[in-house]
């Protein structure tokens, strides 16, 4: 069975961090492209980064741009969000996708709340 899990998820005051990892089992996402979403109640999911399967590249969303850090660890079959400076506003489930030839898998998600 393919599965993604995501982990890293919790509490935390404003300006502090916190560090996401999305780990794969069951199949290796390397030349996959990686995504994280995020998503509050009520809201459509939204895109926060992403690492193109093909180049490389990596694209942030303008809330994210300067504050996160998107990765991929090929040798561990894991991505991970470094998320700094971290604001209410980012208070959502996050959640890891993987896509490659429209074959895509979520993860369950994880909460993060940043709350004083």
């Known amino acids: 069975e393919k599965l993604l899990v995501e982990s890293g998820g919790g509490l935390v005051q404003p300006g502090g961090s916190l560090t996401l990892a999305c780990t794969a089992s069951g199949f290796t996402f390397d030349d996959y492209a990686i995504g994280w979403f995020r998503q509050v109640p009520g809201k459509e999911r939204e895109g926060v980064s992403c690492?193109?399967?093909?180049?490389?590249?990596?694209y942030y969303d303008d809330s994210a741009s300067g504050r996160f850090t998107i990765s991929r660890d090929k040798d561990k079959n894991m991505a991970g969000l470094q998320m700094n400076s971290l604001k209410p506003e980012d208070t959502a489930v996050y959640y890891c996708?993987?896509?490659?030839?429209?074959?895509?898998?979520w993860g369950q998600g994880t909460q993060v709340t940043v709350s004083s």
């Open positions: 996708n993987v896509i490659k030839y429209g074959i895509t898998y």
């Open positions: 690492i193109s399967g093909c180049d490389g590249s990596i």
